[in-house]
């Protein structure tokens, strides 16, 4: 899980308005480009390089449904 002080701190660094992110299960998904970063051991990747494709993530997300 992550620090909610923390994550209060994020913002997409793909965007230049800087939104905050906001988590979906152990994603954390900009809220302007629904792009997704990945939590490792608790410490948010928030490269714009690891950035995950909101079709890619979300295809994820229903994949582990099925
Ligand atoms: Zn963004």
């Known amino acids: 899980m992550i ?12 965007c230049e308005s800087r939104p905050p992110v906001e988590l979906n299960g152990d994603l954390l998904v900009c809220t302007e480009c629904q792009y997704a970063y990945r939590i490792e051991d608790g410490i948010p990747d ?8 909101p079709d890619e993530w979300k295809r994820e997300a229903n994949s582990s449904h099925a």
């Open 46 to 53: 928030m490269l714009p390089e690891s950035a995950i494709p």
């Open 3 to 14: 620090d909610p002080k923390l994550l209060e701190l994020l913002a997409c660094p793909r």
